[in-house]
């Protein structure tokens, strides 16, 4: 077991000009994107209640979609119909909708994956400490990570690669949680939103970035903003 795990995460310091529009989140959306499985009860870690947290030290909340979007080195997929889209995706994205978590995943065949909206409790019960140190005794390898569940709605019906069959509808709703690998883009989008001083709902152009490395390849997916029509 890692003791030096912390149960509390820092401040971002991206936040401070968004937090008015994370704050306007009220409702937790419900469900899950991911699989996550029941937190041990045997840790001795003891739960402590968390207050609500903004952008800046990741916010509350879970989302509900039509469809969730995922994404290869070969491009992006719609889970639903398990498809490649063609192209990139035209969505906007409410910043004070997204549900910003801590993640953790462990084991393989399958992966399981535990989130903390608080950074004080496991979302399926327990501390978040208890869920850290389950998963570090599956993978001792094993840290969280800042992750975020992001819901979409389609600006422009999605198509598949033929460019024949239509995958999702404009005005239906897409939802994507990121990978370890994803929040730099979505902390250098959050901070081009800061900058530009964007809040509430923002017109985004979804791509696609190849990655490989000592043979293994992936994708990431990347948040371009776009003014809108």
Same mark, same amino acid.
């Given at each position: ?5 912390? @149960? ?17 989140? +009220?409702?937790?959306?419900?469900? +899950?994107? +991911? ?10 870690? *003891? ?31 719609? @889970? ?24 953790? #995943? ?22 978040? +400490?208890g869920a850290i140190e389950r998963a570090q005794r599956v993978d001792p390898k094993a840290r969280d990570y800042p992750s975020a569940d992001i819901p979409m709605t389609v600006v422009k /019906? ?5 460019? !024949? #069959?239509?995958?999702? /509808? ?16 979505? #902390? ?15 017109? *985004? ?5 190849? #990655?490989? !490395?000592?043979?293994n390849n992936w994708g990431l997916i990347t948040f371009t903003r776009v003014a809108a029509a």
């Amino acid at each position: 077991m890692d003791t030096n795990v912390a @149960t509390t995460t820092p401040v971002d310091p991206i936040a401070a000009a968004i937090a008015a529009a994370t704050a306007a989140a +009220q409702a937790h959306l419900a469900n +899950q994107a +991911q699989a996550v499985a029941p937190v041990s009860q045997t840790s001795t870690a *003891v739960v402590t209640p968390g207050r609500p947290l903004g952008y800046d030290d990741l916010a509350t909340g879970s989302i509900s979609v039509d469809q969730w979007l995922s994404v290869k080195e070969h491009g992006l997929i719609l @889970t639903t119909e398990r498809l490649l889209v063609g192209g990139d995706i035209l969505v906007d994205i409410n910043l004070s909708a997204v549900a910003h978590c801590r993640a953790i #995943k462990f084991g393989s065949n399958p992966v399981t994956y535990l989130k903390s909206y608080d950074g004080a409790t496991c979302a399926t019960g327990g501390s978040w +400490q208890g869920a850290i140190e389950r998963a570090q005794r599956v993978d001792p390898k094993a840290r969280d990570y800042p992750s975020a569940d992001i819901p979409m709605t389609v600006v422009k /019906a999605v198509m598949d690669v033929s460019g !024949k #069959k239509e995958l999702a /509808a404009a005005g239906s709703t897409l939802g994507h949680t990121l990978a370890t690998t994803n929040w730099a883009h979505w #902390k250098s989008f959050m901070e081009g939103c800061r900058a530009a001083g964007v809040s509430g709902v923002v017109r *985004v152009q979804l791509g696609v970035e190849r #990655k490989s !490395k000592n043979g293994n390849n992936w994708g990431l997916i990347t948040f371009t903003r776009v003014a809108a029509a």
